[in-house]
C-alpha cells in the first residue's frame, strides 16, 4: 500500500511540471521555416571556397521587442591568418543591418549591410591586417507586421599567411 502511495505521489510531481516545449514559436510570432543552420550554412559555406578553410558557421535567432535594439559578437583575430566572414540573411528581419567595427563601436567601421542592396542575401566580408578584434553589431528594428523573428548564418573561414 505504502508503495503504490509513494508511485501516485511521484507521478503527480512528474507530470505537474510544465512542459518544456522546442518549437519554432516564440512571442511575437514564430521564426522562419529556413532558421536552420543546415539550410542557411550550405549558401553561405559556397562563397568561402576556394582559398578559405571552413571553420564553423552559426546561426543567431532574433526576437522582434517593442523599440529597436542591438546584438553584438566579438570575435578575436590571430596575426599571420585571413578570416573571410560570410553572412546569409535570407531569413534576416527587413530593415535589420549588420556592421562590423574594429574592435568596438567607437571604432572605425569597417563594413556594414547598408552599403547593399536588401535583396542581397549573401554578404561577404574578409579582415585587413590591422584588423585584431571585430565587433559585429547586429541593429534589429522594432516589431511591426512587416518586421517579424528572423535569423542570420555566420560562416568563418581562414587562409594562413
Do not use: W
Not at 503504490?4 to 519554432?24: F, G, M, R
Not at 559556397?46 to 571552413?54: A, D, Q, S, T
Not at 567601421?109 to 571585430?134: G, N, P, R
Request: net charge positive; hydrophobic share 35%.
Amino acid at each position: 500500500m505504502k508503495r503504490l502511495l509513494l508511485v501516485l505521489v511521484l507521478s503527480a510531481i512528474c507530470y505537474s511540471q510544465p512542459k518544456v516545449s522546442y518549437s519554432n514559436a516564440v512571442a511575437g510570432g514564430t521564426y522562419p521555416a529556413n532558421c536552420k543552420l543546415k539550410d542557411l550554412a550550405s549558401a553561405a559555406n559556397e562563397k568561402l571556397k576556394p582559398g578559405f578553410i571552413y571553420d564553423g558557421a552559426r546561426i543567431i535567432k532574433f526576437k522582434p521587442r517593442d523599440e529597436p535594439y542591438e546584438k553584438h559578437i566579438v570575435l578575436p583575430l590571430y596575426e599571420g591568418v585571413s578570416y573571410k566572414y560570410v553572412f546569409n540573411r535570407s531569413a534576416y528581419p527587413k530593415g535589420a543591418e549588420i556592421n562590423i567595427y574594429n574592435g568596438s563601436t567607437s571604432a572605425r567601421l569597417l563594413f556594414s549591410s547598408a552599403d547593399f542592396d536588401e535583396s542581397e542575401t549573401i554578404l561577404e566580408y574578409k579582415t585587413k591586417k590591422s584588423v585584431q578584434l571585430l565587433y559585429i553589431e547586429f541593429n534589429i528594428p522594432a516589431a511591426s507586421e512587416v518586421v517579424g523573428p528572423g535569423c542570420i548564418c555566420l560562416s568563418a573561414g581562414y587562409k594562413l599567411q
